[in-house]
């Protein structure tokens, strides 16, 4: 990523995250409750590279972040090896089991493929600083919060495409700052 200048327009991170205002809601999966067939049918109607882990849809509350790469192998090789996962069986990113009714497959507990510390930054945060953290830590994505919820995703490409919208729209600022 280049040079930081382009942002002393002080633009900050809820500037450029995704999913902006008329775009569908951000793609999450919950710590527990989705089925296997639930997250392979989310997986697969989306091209996202990962996705967040949330408590539940109500609280918004960041648990993790899953690459779909890790999600797509880890589930295809469940339904070969796992005794018994099939597309009704529970995913589960929590540290213990679900209680289940007796009679209910046994779940995927996918844990092991979650980052349980993705980077985030609060909708308010400068994007120079934010720039800064991408380039220092080489980071692919950072999540955005607020008050603790779950609002957005930042990838470097939206980081890159905002930097050329303001080099487009406001030139002269940059060659003189
Ligand atoms: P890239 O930005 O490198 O193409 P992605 O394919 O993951 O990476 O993301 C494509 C676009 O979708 C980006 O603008 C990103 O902010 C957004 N995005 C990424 N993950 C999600 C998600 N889980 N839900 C909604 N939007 C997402």
Known sequence: LEAKEEFEHSSLAVDVMRPRRADPALAVLTQEGMTVGEVETLVEST???GFPVVVSQE?????????RRDLLIS????????EGVVSASQ??????APTQPDDAP????????????????TDHTPMDITVDIFRKLGLRQCLVTHNGRLL??????????????????????????
Do not use: C, W
């Open 47 to 49: 091209h996202y590279s």
């Open 59 to 67: 609280s918004q509350r960041l648990v993790g972040f899953v690459l």
């Open 75 to 82: 589930i295809d090789n469940a339904r070969k090896r796992q």
């Open 91 to 96: 995913v589960v990113f929590t540290e213990h």
């Open 106 to 121: 046994p779940p995927l507990r996918l844990r092991g493929i979650m980052d349980l510390s993705p980077f985030t930054v």
């Open 152 to 177: 957005g995703i930042i990838t470097k490409k939206d980081i890159l495409k905002h930097m050329a919208q303001i080099a487009n729209r406001d030139p002269e600022s940059i060659l003189f700052n």
